[in-house]
């Protein structure tokens, strides 16, 4: 959706179109963006005023919103919907008068974006060991939340060692580790017990994309982060009958096709589709990106353009 969103946002409004972080955590797509006149920003200070603006799909603080607002920005909202639900959640049991314990990863886009909501009432968390550092005042409500691309079995260790430590704890009210995180996890752990190797394509910032990797790691079969079929080693496959391939969910079909296409070549593979879990959720474009879709659609607006 963030992609499809910043596509359209190029060719409604024309380049430049300013983004707010990389719209998706992989080196490719970004790269293809830029080319297409897309600027990438870490500070809202770097978009000139009244230009378009995209929000990644990462999500963003409320102060990084109001700052848009005061520049007087066209704004495209390409956050991922989970994420904005974590973010809803994090506001209400703020509301609530709760401590929110955040498990993620200090530096990811996603995590400053949602302790932005609540930043005096969130603590992160980064592993099951750091819980017994936590400081909470006396008679303290606690609630947790979670990173959406969070490996789901290291989520389950955290949030088992936060209900030791605090037995009431409020949970949030559905999970909040991403479907397409979930399913291409579980799909790497029952192909990691036929492969003698693993290969994820995806970028290394992509947490999603690192965590298949570790998963097929712990299990003790090999695997490799690529970005690209550029960066495959024939070196790994040694001795190798076996291969499983899967994906980060901001990788390119086609980078996939491509590695799979090397591999093919240079060793005579015979290719194998799994099926694990079919994904049939879909998110539409952002309700402000519609309306200006629709607007230009209108037969006023084309024949004005003409």
């Not at 297409?36 to 603080?61: M, N, Q, W, Y």
């Not at 989520?155 to 949970?171: C, D, K, N």
């Not at 003698?196 to 090999?222: F, T």
Request: charged share 25%; hydrophobic share 40%; glycine share 6%.
């Amino acid at each position: 959706m963030a992609i499809d969103a910043l596509d359209h946002a190029l060719k409604l409004f024309g380049a430049p179109v300013y983004v707010y972080h990389e719209i998706v955590h992989n080196r490719h797509v970004v790269a293809g963006f830029r080319e297409k006149g897309a600027i990438f920003v870490e500070r809202i200070e770097d978009v000139p005023e009244g230009s378009t603006l995209v929000f990644s799909a990462h999500g963003i603080s409320p102060e990084v919103r109001q700052a848009a607002a005061a520049r007087n920005l066209r704004v495209v909202d390409a956050t991922c919907p989970l994420v904005t639900k974590v973010h809803s959640e994090a506001a209400r049991f703020a509301r609530r008068g709760h401590t929110i314990l955040l498990i993620g990863h200090a530096d990811h886009d996603e995590i400053i974006g949602t302790m932005g909501e609540a930043p005096d009432r969130i603590q992160l968390v980064e592993s099951a060991e750091s819980v017994d550092d936590i400081a909470l005042p006396e008679g303290a409500s606690v609630a947790y939340l979670s990173q959406t691309t969070l490996s789901v079995d290291d989520a389950s260790r955290v949030v088992g060692r936060l209900r030791e430590r605090f037995p009431e704890i409020v949970a949030p009210p559905s999970e909040d580790i991403c479907y397409a995180t979930q399913n291409r996890q579980e799909a790497v752990r029952q192909l990691a017990r036929e492969a003698d190797v693993v290969l994820v394509i995806g970028s290394q910032n992509s947490s999603n994309s690192a965590r298949l990797a570790e998963i097929a790691r712990d299990m003790g079969v090999p695997s490799y982060l690529v970005d690209s079929a550029d960066e495959i080693s024939d070196r790994w496959f040694d001795g190798v009958e076996t291969v499983a391939i899967t994906a980060g969910a901001s990788a390119p079909e086609e980078l996939v096709q491509r590695c799979i296409e090397r591999i093919q070549h240079e060793f005579g593979a015979i290719i194998e589709e799994r099926t694990v879990r079919t994904e049939d959720m879909h998110f539409q474009l952002p309700v402000d990106l519609r309306r200006a879709m629709a607007a230009d659609d209108e037969p006023g607006q084309r024949d004005a353009a003409d």
